[in-house]
Structure formats: structure tokens, C-alpha cells
């Protein structure tokens, strides 16, 4: 299974490639926000620190900042959400990514909640 880790603000952070991580938002994130119709990406080579605002996704309801869960350099972002942005409603842990992030300290991952945790996490808001 993939090691994904998640926020209390509901982005994820699945660990692709040695160093290398996507960061988006949780299925829970998208449904809250409803019809995803902008998204502002980080530029590539900006480096974030864990807690720092990296990204805005736009919905019909809402705008809301998206933070980086961990600390690294933007190595890629995902270009296809500007044109279509629905995608993240539509596939948020797929196609639907925010950027890539090279790690600067995998460990900040421990500090985030694992599947199960989130699962409890999510449940205990309604």
C-alpha cells in the first residue's frame, strides 16, 4: 500500500519516489468545497517550509488555502488544473495533485496522520 500522510487541514502527501512527494487534498477536502473552478499552484523551485501556505484551490462555496504538509522544493506542479480544475473533484488522490516536492526531512512525515488516523480525524467532525 502507498504511504500516504495526511493534515488536520486535509492535504496529503504520498511519497512517491525516494525523496520526491505529491501533495493534494483529501476526497473529504473535495466534497467540503463542492465544484472545484480554480486552483493556484506554487511556482517550481520555491522551496516551503511545513505549515507554509503553497497553493488556493476555488470552489463554488469557498476558497481555501492549501499548505505544504512537509518542507522541500517544488519540483513539479500539476499544469492540467489550470485548465480543468474539476479534476481535483474528480480523481483528488489521482490526477487531481497539486505539485511534487522534493523532501528536505521525511521525518516531518511522522508528525502526520496516517490513514487511519485521518479516517478517525474526519469522523469526529461530523
Keep these: 500500500m ?3 500522510r495526511y493534515t488536520k487541514d486535509h492535504e496529503y502527501i504520498r511519497i512517491d519516489d525516494g525523496a520526491v ?3 493534494g487534498i483529501s476526497d ?4 467540503a468545497l463542492g465544484d472545484v473552478v480554480f486552483v493556484e499552484l506554487p ?8 505549515g507554509e501556505e503553497a497553493a488556493v484551490v476555488e470552489s463554488v462555496k469557498a476558497a481555501s488555502e492549501i499548505f ?3 518542507s ?4 513539479a506542479i500539476n499544469t492540467a488544473l489550470e485548465e480543468n480544475p474539476a479534476i ?5 488522490f489521482g490526477n487531481g495533485w497539486f505539485f511534487k516536492i ?7 512525515l511522522a508528525q502526520l496522520l496516517d490513514e487511519a488516523a485521518y479516517t478517525d480525524y474526519i469522523r469526529d467532525l461530523a
Excluded at 28 to 31: E, L, N, T, V
Excluded at 43 to 50: Q, S, T
Excluded at 72 to 75: C, I, S
Excluded at 102 to 108: F, K, Q, R, T, V
Design 102 to 108: 522534493e523532501l528536505a526531512d521525511a521525518g516531518e
Design 28 to 31: 473529504h477536502a473535495q466534497s
Design 21 to 23: 512527494a505529491t501533495v
Design 68 to 70: 505544504a504538509p512537509a
Design 2 to 4: 502507498t504511504d500516504i
Design 88 to 92: 481535483v473533484n474528480e480523481d483528488p
Design 43 to 50: 511556482e517550481i523551485g520555491r522551496v516551503l517550509k511545513a
Design 72 to 75: 522541500g522544493k517544488v519540483v
